[in-house]
């Protein structure tokens, strides 16, 4: 099989945290390289960050860590046009891409090879963690649905894609909440933080 990417979305504006939150301290680190570090601890064999706001921050922070990066010119129309920004950017021959918020620096490397080790045993072309019946993140894509992501409803985003194709869709049952959590706000910034010290 080829490789399976990681496409890390990293371009928001950070409106609700009112600081770019992906340089956040988390962990020793910022919160961006946390994410970074947990995916380089798994089976994903590279990765990609999805940069817009904030580029110039971000993008000595790709260098300084070698990770390879693109400009989603789009970025302030939504999540989803990072998405197809980072799918544009993907080599032809990859097999999949796992697709991840650059604010969800609680989502371990177990969790990721789960996903890789149930996509590899079911070819079901979408994989989504669930944790206590509730689907989360990240989730993996297989390239053949490149075309169908660019074609999707920006105001419905990435999660039509399971809808429209709810027969190749496989559930993977996991034990960490960290694949629910995400950071909008100084105030979640401030709970995660206490939780972790």
């Given amino acids: 099989m080829g490789e399976i ?3 890390i979305l990293a371009a928001g504006e950070s409106k609700r945290m009112g600081y770019p939150k992906m340089l956040l301290p988390f962990n020793g680190t910022t919160m ?13 064999d590279k990765i990609i960050i999805v940069l817009g706001a904030e580029k110039e921050s971000l993008i000595q ?17 939504g999540m989803l046009s990072s ?9 032809e021959d990859c097999s999949a891409c796992i ?6 620096p609680l989502i371990t490397h177990d969790v990721i090879d789960a996903i890789i080790k149930a996509y590899r ?9 669930v944790y206590k019946k509730k689907r989360g993140h990240p989730v993996l894509i297989d390239m053949k649905y490149r075309k169908n992501i660019d ?3 920006p105001a419905r985003g990435l999660r039509s894609l399971s809808s ?6 496989l559930e993977v049952e996991t034990h960490e909440p960290g694949i629910l959590r995400d950071f909008d706000t100084y105030q979640q910034y401030l709970k995660g933080i206490n939780q972790i010290y």
């Avoid at 197809?84 to 950017?89: A, P, T």
């Avoid at 697709?99 to 969800?104: C, L, P």
């Avoid at 045993?121 to 963690?129: E, L, N």
């Fill in 5 to 7: 990417w990681a496409v």
């Fill in 32 to 44: 961006l390289e946390c994410v970074i570090a947990n995916i380089s601890q798994s089976q994903i």
């Fill in 61 to 77: 922070l790709a260098k300084k860590i070698k990770i390879e990066y693109c400009y989603n010119e789009n970025f302030k129309e």
């Fill in 83 to 91: 998405v197809q920004c980072g799918f544009r950017n993907l080599p």
């Fill in 99 to 104: 697709v991840f918020q650059g604010d969800q």
């Fill in 121 to 129: 045993a079911s070819h079901k072309g979408i994989v989504i963690p």
């Fill in 151 to 153: 074609k999707l409803n």
């Fill in 164 to 169: 429209l194709f709810s027969d190749d869709v």
